[in-house]
């Protein structure tokens, strides 16, 4: 074989190899926030911080020990025989057999997510698992004090706050601890039902323990700081079984260096992350201030203009379908807070698209501090006068660092340069005459006048002459003088 014929075989066999497949890009989970989810029977309903139920799908069977789970995030619950995880829209996305400790449950399990745990009820025992592998961590038989008093119900549901697991059962108020199934019971809210079973459970990031009644279908809202009353919030339809699981809640923070606040320690801005409310077009959940936020609420940078207004547009979208409204403070001295006379407020209508918001200060050009926040949320704005620090229902804060720079003076009107004609127009060439045409009649000019001689006999000119007044005068005279002159020479000759 020919070194060509051998090349070329080695090229073929090379073309002919399939290129490695690449894969496929890992998705990251959807995370929930700032929601809780309710399960009734085989419906799910989402449950927005303003009360508001919105119908999400329908299971083919009853769920129970419903939990969030961020670290996979994704609910977790137990169907029939099976584990299964679902999504926010109600999509099942996984399945899997239910582990030998939850087999032997005799009764409606209990569950609570953190992390990547699971933490599940069964008769007796609190089994906690980490997710998704379904991994068995511990497990611990219900003890303590109020072990009779959640064996003798059969709790339905508990929530985690701050590492422990909190229920009602017979009218009270209990706590459990995960990592030695002890069980206490510390309150007696006043209103609470002592029948029945509260098969969802929630507790919010404020502290505050909701839990609906099974039998009546009613809310009912526990402090746990204070809880010592619980109070009747709202109803809805009762369930043979019923679960809830909260997702945790999203906050967006300011950014600004010191001496302004912004961290959650020091009372900084923060707010409860809303869809189809944000600045610019979108917004990053965080714990705390962090120093390198994606912002991108301005539309460019910001101006001085000549009348000695700072100008600044800013990106809003706000798609709630109520009004919403803009605050923005600038430090226009510089003294490190933002003050009652730094903020310029306006309302943002709704809209399905972002829109652009101009607003203006006076101010000279420098360099400053912006702090920009947008209030709103499913029922608009109803609070009272914005403040540049503290909690908001919804929305989001930005903090930008603000070099002013005067705007770009206005140019001459440059004057196109004509280069064929640099020397001037063009001559007009001379007119070439009609030899058929009528000769044109050639004006005579008058003599120029002049102003002659007068002669001595000559009678002058009009302009040369007396006033008719004056004429008169001196014809009047003469005569009246030679009367005079006569009378005075026959007094002499007498």
Same mark, same amino acid.
């Given at each position: 074989?020919?070194?060509?014929? /051998?090349?070329?075989?080695?090229?073929?066999?090379?073309?002919?190899?399939?290129?490695?497949? +690449?894969?496929? $890009?890992?998705?990251?989970?959807?995370?929930?926030?700032?929601?809780?989810?309710?399960? *009734?029977?085989? *419906?799910?309903?989402?449950?927005? #911080?303003?009360?508001?139920?919105?119908?999400?799908?329908?299971?083919?069977? @009853?769920?129970?020990?419903?939990?969030?789970? @961020?670290?996979?995030?994704?609910?977790?619950?137990? +169907?029939?025989?099976?584990?299964?995880?679902?999504?926010?829209?109600?999509?099942?996305?996984?399945?899997?057999?239910?582990? !030998?400790?939850?087999?032997?449950?005799?009764?409606?399990?209990?569950?609570?997510?953190?992390?990547?745990?699971?933490?599940?009820? !069964? %008769?007796?025992?609190?089994?906690?698992?980490?997710?998704? /592998?379904?991994?068995?961590?511990?497990?611990?038989?219900?003890?303590?004090?109020?072990?009779?008093?959640?064996?003798?119900?059969?709790?339905?549901?508990?929530?985690?706050?701050? #590492?422990?697991?909190?229920?009602?059962? +017979?009218?009270?108020?209990?706590?459990?601890?995960?990592?030695?199934?002890?069980?206490? $019971?510390?309150?007696?809210?006043?209103?609470?039902?002592?029948?029945?079973?509260?098969?969802?459970?929630?507790?919010?990031?404020?502290?505050?323990?909701?839990?609906?009644?099974?039998?009546?279908?009613?809310?009912?809202?526990?402090?746990?700081?204070?809880? !010592?009353?619980?109070?009747?919030?709202?109803?809805?339809?009762?369930?043979?079984?019923?679960?809830?699981?909260?997702?945790?809640?999203?906050?967006?923070?300011?950014?600004?260096?010191?001496?302004?606040? !912004? +961290?959650?320690?020091?009372?900084?801005?923060?707010?409860?992350?809303?869809?189809?409310?944000?600045?610019?077009?979108?917004?990053?959940?965080?714990?705390?201030?962090?120093?390198?936020?994606? =912002?991108?609420?301005?539309?460019?940078?910001?101006?001085?203009?000549?009348?000695?207004?700072?100008?600044?547009?800013?990106?809003?979208?706000?798609?709630?379908?109520?009004?919403?409204?803009?605050?923005?403070?600038? %430090?226009?001295?510089?003294?490190?807070?933002?003050?009652? &006379?730094?903020?310029?407020?306006?309302?943002?209508?709704?809209?399905?698209?972002?829109?652009?918001?101009?607003?203006?200060?006076?101010?000279?050009?420098?360099?400053?501090?912006?702090?920009?926040?947008?209030?709103?949320?499913?029922?608009?704005?109803?609070?009272?006068?914005?403040?540049?620090?503290?909690?908001? %229902?919804? #929305?989001?804060?930005?903090?930008? $660092?603000?070099?002013?720079?005067?705007?770009?003076?206005?140019? @001459?009107?440059?004057?196109?340069?004509?280069?064929?004609?640099?020397?001037?127009?063009?001559?007009?060439?001379?007119?070439?005459? =009609?030899? #058929?045409?009528?000769?044109? $009649?050639?004006?005579?000019?008058?003599?120029?006048?002049?102003?002659?001689?007068?002669?001595?006999?000559? &009678?002058?000119?009009?302009?040369?002459?007396?006033?008719?007044?004056?004429?008169?005068?001196?014809?009047?005279?003469?005569?009246?003088?030679?009367?005079?002159?006569?009378?005075?020479?026959?007094?002499?000759?007498?």
């Amino acid at each position: 074989m020919s070194h060509r014929v /051998a090349a070329a075989v080695c090229a073929a066999a090379f073309l002919s190899t399939p290129a490695p497949v +690449s894969a496929a $890009p890992k998705q990251q989970p959807t995370v929930c926030s700032n929601a809780t989810y309710l399960t *009734r029977d085989q *419906r799910l309903t989402r449950l927005d #911080g303003d009360d508001t139920e919105t119908p999400i799908a329908r299971f083919d069977a @009853p769920l129970d020990a419903v939990a969030y789970v @961020p670290a996979t995030g994704g609910f977790w619950a137990i +169907s029939g025989d099976r584990v299964v995880s679902f999504d926010q829209t109600g999509r099942i996305t996984k399945r899997a057999p239910l582990p !030998t400790a939850l087999r032997a449950r005799n009764a409606t399990s209990a569950a609570a997510g953190t992390s990547d745990r699971w933490i599940v009820r !069964t %008769d007796r025992e609190v089994v906690t698992y980490r997710m998704p /592998a379904l991994k068995e961590l511990d497990r611990h038989e219900l003890d303590g004090p109020g072990a009779d008093i959640l064996l003798a119900p059969r709790i339905a549901d508990w929530d985690l706050d701050h #590492g422990k697991l909190y229920t009602i059962a +017979s009218g009270q108020l209990l706590r459990i601890d995960p990592r030695t199934g002890a069980a206490t $019971p510390i309150a007696t809210p006043g209103g609470l039902p002592t029948t029945g079973t509260f098969g969802a459970i929630v507790i919010d990031p404020q502290g505050t323990l909701h839990a609906w009644h099974d039998q009546t279908g009613r809310r009912y809202d526990v402090k746990l700081s204070d809880p !010592t009353t619980a109070k009747t919030k709202a109803s809805s339809t009762p369930a043979a079984r019923a679960d809830a699981a909260a997702c945790p809640e999203a906050w967006d923070y300011g950014d600004a260096r010191a001496p302004y606040p !912004t +961290s959650r320690a020091k009372n900084g801005p923060r707010h409860r992350i809303t869809d189809g409310l944000t600045l610019g077009r979108t917004v990053t959940a965080e714990t705390d201030a962090a120093p390198q936020d994606q =912002d991108d609420a301005l539309a460019k940078p910001a101006t001085v203009d000549p009348d000695g207004k700072l100008t600044v547009d800013i990106t809003v979208t706000n798609q709630t379908g109520h009004n919403a409204l803009l605050a923005a403070w600038h %430090d226009l001295d510089g003294n490190g807070r933002f003050d009652d &006379r730094d903020v310029v407020t306006t309302t943002v209508a709704p809209g399905k698209k972002p829109r652009t918001v101009t607003l203006r200060w006076n101010a000279k050009p420098g360099t400053s501090t912006l702090r920009i926040r947008l209030y709103g949320g499913p029922r608009g704005y109803n609070a009272p006068s914005p403040k540049p620090t503290g909690p908001a %229902d919804s #929305g989001e804060v930005e903090d930008h $660092p603000i070099i002013a720079e005067p705007a770009p003076a206005s140019e @001459p009107k440059k004057q196109k340069l004509d280069i064929q004609n640099l020397a001037g127009p063009a001559a007009a060439a001379p007119a070439v005459p =009609d030899p #058929g045409a009528k000769p044109e $009649p050639v004006p005579v000019p008058f003599p120029e006048r002049r102003h002659l001689p007068v002669a001595a006999n000559a &009678r002058p000119h009009e302009k040369d002459r007396l006033p008719l007044t004056w004429t008169v005068f001196l014809g009047l005279l003469v005569p009246a003088a030679s009367v005079a002159a006569r009378a005075a020479a026959k007094r002499g000759s007498r």
